[in-house]
């Protein structure tokens, strides 16, 4: 049975960082395919208005809390999640996971180039590692066929989406009966991090839960996004006087 939290009606898993990478684990070896998802804030929100998204992350087989957010909302409403796991540490601890066990990873989406040295990146962190692939592309659907294709041709293990939400984890739920890989997970903006094209805040930024603030310094376009997040505490608080 999942232990799970609620909040604005979508289901956290609560696990730890290492509870997830077991879970993980689980996903990979039952070699059926997986859709892991890792929602903030912002997809909370989100899926108040699309239900489409909505439905995504419910029939998602785990979701991670990625946003510091969620540790709040989920202490305010009197259901603590027990840890952060963020999209960025997950892909590198499974890519050390990969690296022990012989599973493949193949890191799909982000910008052109950025996927490829994202792979430099990891390889150089675990030199045993096996990249199946990097490919750019875009969640259009008249790309979906020669996509899937390739991943297929590639056989990974392991998926990474980065056409940022909702799209990745709608197209990842489109897709992943096609593609047969046991384990398929959006992960928005991580290749940008692990590649260094985007710089991560300080860790006391982190601590604060203040990496919105650098982020939006480093990428100003982002502020339509963030107005998301006093609706997301508004949103919280209100489900609370239910």
Known sequence: MRDRVYILGVGIDNLTEEEALQRIEGFIESGIPHQVVTPN??????AQDNPEFKEVLDKADLAVADGVGLLWAARFLGKPLKARV?????????????????????????RVGIAQAAARTLKSEYPNLTIAGTYAGSPAPEEEKAIVERVLAAAPHMLFVAYGFPQQDMWIRRNMSQMNV?????????????SGAVKRAPLWMCRLGLEWVFRLIQQPWRWRRMLRLPRFVWLVLHSARR
């Open 86 to 110: 963020t999209g960025v540490e997950l892909i590198r601890s499974l890519a050390q996971v990969a690296e022990e066990r012989g599973y493949r990873i193949f890191l799909l989406g982000a």
């Open 182 to 194: 046991p384990l398929a997970m959006g992960v928005g903006g991580a290749f940008d991090f692990i």
């Open 41 to 46: 804030p912002e997809f909370l929100v989100l």
